[in-house]
């Protein structure tokens, strides 16, 4: 064997396993399965006309890769969605019952429950973690998804209104702050599983799984996250006890930031909490989304969308150029 087909077969390798393990690392995903640093989606509602062939299952992507808005051709609630795609890895990982893996599933309306818990916080999520990195989905979806035993499905719930979501992934650094965010606002957790190998670094979560917390809960705070490619998040999160919701935000000062995310465990907390003149001196290139309860109002830059248009007109807009 020559020195350069040895070369060529040991790149060769190298390259073959490397792809392996990039494929095999938890990150948020696209349709095709890939990763990608982050992604964010707009369920549409379902239009209320006998007329209309829509099922209330279409929705809009956009993530890291792309400049623009599409329409999936995939429904909500097919594997194959971003949410599917995305989740398999939470399948995967609970199926496997790996203690290098970690999990956490909220929702203040659980799955199969008429009721919506008013002891706990008004949000929505994922976590799933090992400790090379992971990613955190924060969504609007009601009931979803559905414990990790029964595999993906999309509730009849959501389909009427508008739903929206942001996916990020993060290296295993960033979850120490989000630790202290979980702990702010709340989270009615209905599956989670925390090995051990954990508990050091991450304090509040293990605490959250078991249904007990000796801190005490912060007012709200702020948290500057990064994405595993580097891009920034602001991470604003508040507990029932902090009132004064709508000036609570502006007092901070977040010109630096790319991308603000707003989680509140109220339902008016973040009502006018940004004026649309706020956004004009932001780069163009950047995208700004702000979270009321999880995800229910989104502002984006010219560059991702319509400036300075509420998440009421973005719904129209969207729904009427589809």
């Known amino acids: 064997m020559t020195a350069r087909l040895l070369v060529t077969l040991l790149t060769v390798l190298f390259l073959g396993l ?16 890939e990763a990608v640093d982050w992604f964010t989606f707009y ?8 007329e209309s062939r829509e099922t209330g299952l279409e929705y809009l992507y956009l993530d890291s890769t792309t400049r623009s808005w599409s329409r999936s051709k995939q429904l909500m609630n097919a594997t194959k969605s971003v ?9 995967e990982a609970s199926a496997s019952e790996s203690n290098s893996t970690a999990y956490l599933i909220y929702n203040d309306g659980v799955p199969k429950s008429v009721n919506y818990s008013r ?18 989905l924060i969504h609007s979806i009601p009931h979803f998804p559905p414990v990790p035993e029964e595999g993906y499905d999309y509730p009849p719930t959501g389909r009427r209104n508008g739903q929206a979501g942001m996916c990020i992934t993060f290296k295993y650094n960033q979850y120490e702050a989000i630790d202290s965010q979980l702990l702010v606002y709340n989270p009615n957790i209905y599956s989670c599983s925390i090995p051990a190998a954990f508990h ?29 490619q580097g891009q920034k998040f602001l991470h604003f999160a508040k ?3 902090f009132l004064d919701g709508n000036n609570s935000f502006n007092s901070y ?27 004009q ?42």
């Open 18 to 33: 490397f792809g392996i393990l990039e494929a095999t690392k938890i990150s948020c995903r696209n349709e095709e399965g």
């Open 119 to 136: 002891k706990y916080g008004h949000t929505k999520g994922v976590l799933l973690w090992n400790r090379v990195q992971g990613f955190w």
């Open 239 to 241: 507990s029932d006890s």
């Open 253 to 279: 000062n977040t010109s630096s930031v790319g991308v603000i995310i707003m989680i509140g465990s109220t339902f008016d907390f973040i009502k006018g909490f940004v004026p649309e003149n706020s956004l």
């Open 83 to 91: 949410l599917g795609r995305t989740l398999q890895q939470l399948y």
């Open 43 to 50: 369920k549409l509602p379902k239009k209320q006309n006998e």
């Open 200 to 228: 050091m670094e991450l304090i509040h979560i293990p605490q959250l799984c078991a249904g007990s917390s000796s801190s005490e809960i912060p007012g709200r705070h702020l948290a500057t996250l990064q994405s595993a």
């Open 281 to 322: 001196s932001r780069k163009e290139n950047e995208l700004y989304a702000a979270v009321r309860g999880c995800v229910q109002l989104i502002i984006y830059s010219k560059s991702y969308g319509p400036k300075g248009m509420t998440h009421g007109k973005l719904k129209e807009q969207w729904t009427n150029n589809s």
